[in-house]
């Protein structure tokens, strides 16, 4: 593809879905963005159509006709499929996107996990290319990461390596995750999981002697530790301690140079949440450099179209 291409690229999150008409060079020329649909997708065709159409509204309002399509998803994935398939963090048990979009769309399409993609982004459009392995981390509506080492990204049999939001973190609140299992990471420090553990929390704190508190927000809880209410600081140091634990599996697992934290829930909490979990991390490897991400949020979308970009070569 020469550098005056454009592909179509989307970015399906548990929550919002983002498309977009990207350059070459990482410009986004046009930009959606819609929640995900709810209680409307029995075998998935209404996700895929909306983004089906939110691609063709920009298609008609840009005139950009794509040469490919890139697609970063909430996982699992099915990378043969070209599939979400039983997401804890999405209403559909099997959502199918690139055969579909490949069709209506009449390009090549490429499809990866949205850590993935954000790695690939970091790494091609963000300042990452200079490092020996470079792990991207990000806390939304799950935890999850994308590990790119020595040039080449790491997928797994199925293209679900990095699924860091399940692993085992701690034993002492039995906080339920939405994929089942108790004690992981996304069930304590993601975006659905902070209400439930500050509510665990609170509860173990209190011993049965405090009056219930209504269910907070994420939000809620991190703006009133923000705003320095004692015990929501106090909710924060134990979650810096969750964090560190995850963060020092990660670092263990892959040995990193630079490890980018993304996500609301970092970008919007920066010194509360990554900060604090920064001190936690475990000295037993050498300490990679760890910081915020300088892309805004928009890492998985650009990744996806740098992935679409390079459709063949990954």
């Known amino acids: 593809m ?29 930009f959606s963005v819609e929640g995900v649909p709810k209680n409307s997708c029995e075998n998935g065709s209404f996700v895929t159509e909306r983004i089906a159409s939110m691609i063709s509204s920009m298609v008609k309002e840009t005139g950009i006709t794509p040469d490919a399509v890139g697609i970063s998803t909430a996982g699992p994935v099915d990378q043969k499929a070209g599939s979400v398939i039983q997401s804890p963090n999405m209403q559909c048990s099997e959502i199918f996107l690139r055969e579909p979009l490949a069709d209506l769309f ?56 990095g699924e860091v939001g399940h692993v085992l973190v701690d034993t002492s609140y ?8 108790f004690g992981h990471w996304e069930a304590y420090a993601s975006g659905t999981g902070i209400p439930k553990f500050f509510r665990s929390w609170y509860e173990k704190k209190c011993e049965g002697r405090c009056v219930a508190k209504a269910d907070l927000s994420t939000g809620q809880v991190l703006q009133s530790a923000n705003l320095g209410s004692k015990m929501f600081l106090e909710f924060t140091e134990e979650l810096a301690v969750v964090n560190g634990r995850g963060l020092s599996t990660v670092i263990a697992a892959y040995n990193p140079d630079l490890v980018i934290l993304d996500g609301p829930v970092v970008r919007n909490y920066p010194s509360l949440v990554a900060g604090k979990m920064a001190t936690q991390v ?33």
Not at 107 to 117: H, I, Q, R, T
Not at 292 to 298: P, S
Request: aromatic share 6%; with cysteine; proline share 2%.
């Open 2 to 30: 020469s550098e005056d291409t454009h592909v179509a690229a989307v970015d399906l999150g548990a929550t919002n879905i983002r498309a977009g008409i990207i350059r070459k060079d990482g410009t986004i020329v046009a």
């Open 106 to 161: 009449e390009v090549p399409a490429v499809m990866l996990s949205d850590c993935k993609a954000g790695v690939l982004g970091e790494y091609f459009y963000g300042d990452a290319a200079s490092a020996h392995t470079v792990v991207y981390l990000t806390f939304s509506t799950g935890i999850g990461c994308g590990v790119i080492a020595n040039g080449s990204l790491l997928t797994g049999v199925d293209g679900n390596a």
């Open 174 to 181: 039995h906080v339920r995750c939405g994929c089942g299992g």
């Open 282 to 314: 475990e000295g037993y490897l050498r300490r990679p450099e760890i910081r915020l991400t300088k892309l805004e949020g928009r890492a998985p979308l650009i990744g996806a179209a740098a992935a679409a970009f390079r459709i063949g070569v990954l």
